[in-house]
């Protein structure tokens, strides 16, 4: 039901990845939904009972038809009480069912809808404790799909698994008791088939299940070819790739058309199987019930009607029982997957309660040494010391460790060695909340919000009224750009912020963190989409927001820092040089080579 | 409705025209064979329940309808097979015509359409559509013919009873009509509740270093249980409503059978004197065949609802093979010999969504645009973020066509010259670099198909890209991800400025293409490419320092007109947009 396009990404891409093999993780999973299942323990306790009631009386209907067959209808004379017994069977069995199979499935649908909603708030939760390192280190799609499709595929498979399950058992011991208690020689008959049906059964399901998951595989195989090739569009017409393109996708596509088919055909397998055994079922039990009837007047016709009916109440519940197997095993895959997530260690573990007070912005680096990965020191004995209110500047190539060194500041990542201290209190003293509250930060590639643009300025500081947002907004140089938006201020950002330019997300990120007045602002390539010209009218801006207030700069154009207190060059993670522009041009080193590239043609 | 008919007419196209007849055929087999199965019980039990009591017919019709349940088997079996293999191949060639239709579509149309939903239509749209065609062979076929066989078979075995088939039919296929029609409004309502839970959870996702930044954590959480709340709540309310069919399929199945009990126990032996006993047979069958009626009653519901879903489907996907390709090859294109790369724009005015006929509000981009660039020499472009100048070059190897003016290289209008050739001759490198998943190698020889090894190492190294490609593990064999992700910003705008070079063009343009390149290879990149004058060089910048030793400087000013087009000196003079620029770069610069 759950179903559809949704804006999740690409479906399935990642459905059938990181499946679990062994037995006992497998079981976890399962203990793991069963404790969220667990919160609902009187709707469950209902839904059994709405279950039990509705197998119960589909259980009656064949006795009360042999009963009726029998005793009334196959002898001689008339009998009204028949009419009554009829009439108010029907009635009292209608009823029975009615409600049994109306609360079952509301029941069945309302508990799996909550814990489907438990599982995605504690999901959710989880979201906000994560690392920065997690989502650096997955994809958004795979943290999507995780989100949306495998919480959907618990939800469907709970919605199914719990009562088809709970009804199959019931069915097949109802069915059993009432077949012995009907006539035991046919039972016989029933029973003696069963275990050609498991066979039967049993193979089919695990066929389909096999290439169900294969076309799972091959779908994400085509998926990922046709977000790479939208993407990627330009580059395709303009190398005349769209052949390449067509042959490459054509191998995915009949991949998955052979797939489909294979998990088409077993898959359909299953009902003319099922049908079969029901037909052959029903003439062995009316052939040998004849024999019995006619040859040892050991049964009676209706008897014979009434075991037949049975013996399809039998088989159906095997069958499904088959199937919840493998509802079973995608809703394991999508636990496990979930769990995963929110099983993954909190940052906010082992963080101290001490909150940062008021700090004046004293900013020091001792001796810092950091890795993303175990073996890989990205930086190296970084050694600094900003005083409050100063700017300080890094600049270096790409991949130098200019932006680590923030990340390690707002402690998106902790450092191996070493400290860092803010008014000469070490950060790690205190609660990562409270220090993040004193920092604000511009990033190179800017996020807006769904909301109004007014509400993503107000991002950082909801109470703040609306002359508030104007100045701030001002000060970032965007107030015109937002004057001429159709619903200047109340315009709506889409999908984050696809309908504004790079350069305008940067401003409004701008304005954002002015208003948020942080005793630290880090501006991280915050103008490199902005035109050169605006650019310049921003420097002001930035002039007045790093005005007493501790600033980290980092900058492409070289033009933009000349005028911090101290510039930092880093190479290969380590301090190069230190000084400001006159020093370090005097210098000669690094730095003045830098600029010279950018500036020295121009003398 | 309409775009699902013509989607659906594929399964009558000659190359799967056998398989469909086979599948049909396969169905209307089994149909009937259903319908026979009761009535030849039926026939077992009056023998049963008569005084003959002769067991050689019982051994027989035992015997038969094993056989026949074989065969049905048999016959579904083949059903399925034809149908999967009909269904699959339809699917596969939508998603390969969509596909191909991609590589056709101009970017206004991607843009409008957007990528996750192109996703979807290949994949989940397609999905619904194999469903509907396997469907067609089966319950969408199925229903109808049984449900007119059952009531036929139920008439010919006995006409009293008949009555209650009149009665049932009609009453339940009334009460089905108005359940579904309620519980689809709902369900539309849910996949409004679904895309905003989504919604909230991608810029949740996407937004996690602002949130941490902000700590806006505990507003996050708040604004979520909203969304989540409300879209259980839907979902909830959606299965109630549809829970509401069973109470009365099992009412209406229940009066049928008590119905049939009571009329063939009583009423019929009274009205027409016929034995009770001889009724236990008719019973029998005409249980089965009232739950063959059901059934299909409930079979026919659910396929409406998969249908009005299809036809959502299939109007997505007609939407997308509709579209005519704006940009095409005129019917004799021109492959120019001796090809010099002379450009030449007059008069070019250019409007995003003009050619396709909307948007006519947004105005031009581009206005009244003139200037011959000389083979072989270097300009730069440069002016303000939104003045155009990407929209500029971009005109050039015709990813848009001009909206006004005309665009000639070697004085011939570009419209006329053959498409794959005029593209062959320019290489574009784009502002965000585009990286294909595959090796390094594969993604250097998109520029050239047949390039060697040489060759490759060669482009390389002009792009600078030779350092951090010797650096990784299996060198030019290396994985790149998609998207290039396991590569930097600058590694990809340097590959894919490899890829670029390796052909040899008479036309390079970078687009910014080397912002993310640090300072040293930068000046490397220089060198080897516009400063050897192999070819023409369009280079757009935001740094005046990048172009001003070009030969000609091209200057947009904000509005899309051309402000000045010459020397760094005559601009310096000449054009005011051009010194306002130089000096918020260089003004007040005391070196």
């Known amino acids: 039901m759950n179903r559809g396009p949704g804006r999740g990404g690409p479906r399935g891409r990642f459905a059938y990845f990181e499946m679990p093999k062994e037995k006992h993780i497998q079981k976890k999973v399962i203990k793991r939904i069963w404790s969220y299942l667990k919160h609902y323990p009187s709707s469950i306790f209902f839904i059994t009972f709405a279950i039990l009631l509705y197998a119960l009386f589909s259980l009656s209907l064949p006795h009360i038809i042999r009963i009726v067959i029998d005793d009334y209808i196959n002898v001689e004379s008339v009998n009204f009480i028949a009419i009554v017994l009829i009439i108010g069977s029907v009635i009292i069995i209608t009823v029975a069912m009615s409600i049994g199979s109306w609360f079952q499935r509301v029941l069945m649908a309302t508990v799996a809808t909550k814990v489907a909603k438990d599982i995605r708030r504690d999901a959710f939760i989880q979201l906000q404790q994560l690392p920065i390192k997690y989502y650096d280190k997955n994809s958004h799609g795979k943290i999507m799909s995780i989100l949306t499709n495998d919480i959907e595929t618990i939800f469907n498979a709970l919605a199914q698994i719990v009562p088809q399950f709970i009804s199959a058992i019931i069915l097949i011991i109802g069915a059993i008791i009432s077949m012995l208690y009907t006539s035991w020689q046919l039972t016989l008959v029933v029973i003696l088939l069963l275990p050609i049906a498991l066979f039967l059964i049993i193979f089919i399901t695990s066929k389909a299940f096999k290439y169900f998951r294969n076309q799972q595989i091959q779908l994400g195989e085509v998926n990922g070819i046709v977000q790479e090739n939208i993407m990627g569009l330009k580059v395709v017409k303009l190398y005349n790739q769209e052949k390449a393109m067509i042959e490459k996708f054509n191998q995915s596509n009949t991949e998955l058309e052979k797939a489909s088919y294979q998990a088409g055909v077993y898959s359909g397998l299953m009902m003319p199987i099922i049908r079969l055994l029901d037909n052959i079922l029903y003439s062995l039990v009316i052939t040998v019930g004849g024999i019995l009837k006619i040859v040892y007047q050991a049964v009676t016709v209706g008897q014979i009607q009434a075991i037949t009916n049975f013996a399809r109440m039998f088989v159906r519940p095997i069958s499904n029982i088959a199937q919840i197997y493998n509802l079973l095993q995608a809703a394991i895959a999508g636990g496990y997957r979930v769990f995963n997530l929110i099983d993954e260690k909190s940052e906010y573990i082992n963080d101290s309660d001490l909150e940062l007070e008021s700090v004046s912005g004293q900013v020091e680096f001792s001796h810092v040494y950091f890795g993303y990965e175990p073996n890989q020191t990205v930086l190296k004995d970084i050694n600094f010391k900003v005083d409050s209110g100063n700017t300080i500047a890094i600049v270096g190539p790409t991949g130098s460790g200019k932006t680590t060194i923030i990340n390690l500041l707002a402690r998106y990542y902790d450092i191996e060695q070493g400290n860092i201290l803010i008014d000469g209190k070490s950060i790690y003293d205190y609660s990562k909340k409270s220090l993040r509250l004193k920092i604000g930060i511009v990033l190179q590639s800017t996020y807006l919000f769904n909301g109004s643009v007014l509400d993503n300025i107000k991002y950082g500081k909801p109470d703040a009224t609306f002359k508030e947002v104007v100045e701030a907004a001002k000060l970032a140089q965007v107030h015109e750009i937002i004057e001429r938006l159709p619903h200047k201020y109340n315009t709506r950002v889409q999908e984050g912020g696809i309908n504004f330019s790079h350069g305008e997300r940067q401003l409004i990120s701008i304005a954002r963190t002015i208003l948020s007045n942080p005793a630290i602002l880090v501006l991280d390539e915050a103008t490199s989409s902005v035109d050169t010209r605006t650019e310049a009218k921003i420097q002001k801006s930035i002039g007045l927001l790093v005005k007493n207030r501790t600033s980290f700069i980092i900058a492409h154009r070289l033009k933009t820092i000349k005028n911090a207190d101290h510039i930092l060059v880093i190479l290969d993670g380590r301090i190069v040089e230190a000084g400001n522009h006159q020093e370090l041009m005097e210098r000669q080193g690094v730095y003045a080579e830098m600029y010279n590239l950018q500036f020295g043609e121009i003398q | ?591």
Do not use: W
Not at chain 2, 298 to 308: D, I
Not at chain 2, 408 to 432: A, H, K, M, N, P
Not at chain 2, 453 to 463: H, M, N, S, V, Y
């Open chain 2, 1 to 591: 409705m309409k775009d699902l008919f013509k989607i659906y007419l594929r399964v009558y196209q000659k190359k799967h025209i056998v398989f469909s007849i086979f599948a049909i055929l396969f169905l209307i087999f089994d149909v009937l064979i259903a319908l026979i199965i009761p009535s030849i019980t039926k026939g077992i039990f009056d023998e049963i329940n008569s005084e003959g009591n002769r067991l050689s017919y019982i051994y027989r019709t035992g015997a038969i309808v094993v056989g026949i349940a074989l065969v049905a088997v048999l016959i579904t079996v083949m059903n399925n097979i034809f149908t999967q293999r009909v269904s699959t191949r339809i699917t596969a060639e939508l998603r390969k015509d969509l596909f191909s239709k991609i590589q056709e579509l101009s970017f206004s149309n991607v843009d409008e359409i957007t990528t996750g939903t192109l996703i979807t239509i290949v994949s989940n749209d397609t999905a619904q559509i194999q469903q509907i065609i396997m469907m067609s062979f089966r319950a969408i076929l199925r229903s109808p013919l049984t449900l007119i066989g059952a009531i036929l078979m139920a008439y010919l075995i006995n006409q009293q009873l008949f009555v209650i088939i009149l009665l049932i039919v009609p009453i339940l296929s009334l009460f089905i009509i108005i359940i579904i029609k309620k519980a689809s409004s709902t369900f539309l309502i849910m996949q409004e509740r679904i895309d905003d839970l989504n919604t909230k959870l991608n810029e949740t996702v996407s937004g996690a270093r602002e949130i941490k930044a902000f700590v806006t954590e505990e507003q996050e959480m708040e604004r979520f249980n909203l969304v989540n709340d409300n879209h259980s709540n839907t979902i909830i309310k959606a299965y109630k409503r549809i829970a509401n069919i069973d109470p009365l399929i099992i009412l209406i199945s229940n009066i049928g059978i008590g119905a049939v009990l009571i009329f063939a126990g009583y009423l019929v032996s009274i009205l027409t004197g016929e034995a009770r006993t001889e009724m236990v047979g008719t019973i029998a069958a005409y249980i089965s065949y009232l739950q063959q009626i059901i059934m299909s009653l409930m079979m026919l519901s659910m396929v409406a609802v998969q249908l009005s879903r299809g036809a959502i489907s299939a109007q997505r996907i007609q939407k997308v093979l509709n579209i005519r390709p704006s940009i095409e090859n005129k019917a004799e294109p021109i492959i120019v010999d001796n090809f010099k790369g002379r450009i030449e724009y007059r008069d070019v005015s250019f409007g995003y969504g003009y050619g396709d006929g909307h948007n006519e509000a947004v105005g031009l981009t581009l206005k009244n645009i003139s200037f011959v660039i000389e083979p072989k020499s270097t300009v730069g472009i440069i002016g303000s973020t939104g003045s155009g100048k990407t929209t500029l070059v971009q005109l050039l190897p015709r990813l848009y066509d001009v909206t006004s003016g005309t665009i000639y290289l070697d004085g011939i209008d570009i419209r006329d010259i053959d498409l794959s050739f005029l593209r062959q001759q320019i290489s574009y490198v784009t502002q965000e670099a585009i990286i294909f998943s595959g090796t390094i190698t594969d993604n250097i020889r998109q520029g050239k198909e047949d390039a060697n090894l040489e060759e490759i190492e060669q482009a390389a190294r002009f792009a600078a890209a030779d350092e951090f490609i010797y650096k990784t593990e299996k060198e030019f064999n290396n994985e790149v991800t998609q998207g290039g992700t396991n590569l930097s910003g600058g590694q990809r705008q340097r590959l894919s400025l490899a890829r670029a070079l390796i052909r040899e063009p008479k036309i390079i343009i970078l687009d910014d293409s080397t912002s993310a390149v640090d300072a040293k290879s930068e000046a490397k990149i220089k060198d080897n490419v516009y400063s050897s004058k192999k070819q023409t060089t369009i280079i757009i910048a935001q740094k005046i320092s990048s172009i001003r030793n070009c030969d000609k400087i091209i200057v947009l000013d904000n509005s899309g007109r051309l402000d000045g087009f010459g020397t760094h000196k005559e601009l310096l003079k000449e054009s005011e947009v051009y010194r306002e620029i130089y000096n918020s770069q260089f003004g007040g610069n005391d070196e």
